[in-house]
């Protein structure tokens, strides 16, 4: 199948339970291709027989063993005394709700929620919010610089390289990300935009209910 689909790699596809149809991906985004190749389809694909969304599990799947790739090393991350659940939120530092969830993030801590931040300026490359976030990276205290990017200060360090936003900006994108805040949780969920501390902790609290069933 790969042979007749453009730019595809035999790694992209996979079978699904249905004869013929092939999965194709790009990064956690999803389509069907039949077996020649001539035909492609978007959408969900759900199994009848218990009403299972074979497509939202996959997306899972891919999405947290993208982010497990990336290092921790790279991110910025606040942390509780003790870690009850992790979230990775994508983030921009010109963001409103952005800004609105760093503001509490002490509150996400004293919850239990470890925070690791990845960077996605949704302007692109060669936009100022790239460059700050460069700069929050780059300097010798990001989680500081970080804090002080969401209160609209002006920072004074440089960029450097090499540097962790091209990467994170295309793991976003590769993921299906939209806009910011994008938080992933542990079982690849994707909850976008912003939730209060309470609100996340019960997103949370689901999320690991479903994922032990």
């Known amino acids: 199948v790969s042979a007749r689909i453009k730019g595809a790699r035999a790694a992209d596809l996979r079978t699904t339970p249905i004869p013929g149809i092939f999965e194709y991906r790009r990064g956690a985004e999803l389509a069907y291709v039949t ?5 492609a389809f978007a959408g969900d694909l759900y199994q009848l027989s218990d009403k299972a969304n074979l497509s939202d599990t996959r997306r899972r799947e891919l999405r947290l063993a993208l982010v497990k790739a990336v290092p921790e090393s790279s991110m910025v991350v606040f ?11 994508f983030t921009d530092v010109d963001c409103g709700y952005c800004r609105t969830l760093h503001k509490q993030i002490a509150e996400y801590n004293k919850l239990g929620i470890k925070v690791r931040y990845l960077s996605f300026p949704r302007g692109g490359p060669n936009t100022e919010s790239w460059l700050i976030a460069e700069q929050v ?15 609209g200060q002006e920072l004074t360090g440089k960029s450097c390289s090499p540097n962790p936003v091209a990467e994170h900006y295309a793991l976003g994108r590769s993921i299906g990300l939209e ?35």
């Open 79 to 89: 942390s509780p005394k003790e870690t009850r659940y992790t979230v990775s939120v």
């Open 35 to 39: 077996e020649d190749g001539r035909f």
């Open 137 to 151: 990276w780059c300097s010798p205290d990001r989680k500081s610089s970080l804090t002080l990017a969401k209160l």
């Open 179 to 213: 806009g910011t805040p994008g938080i992933v949780t542990e079982t690849g969920d994707l909850l976008p935009g912003y939730l209060p501390p309470a609100a996340l902790l019960k997103e949370l609290q689901a999320d690991a209910k479903v994922a032990s069933r």
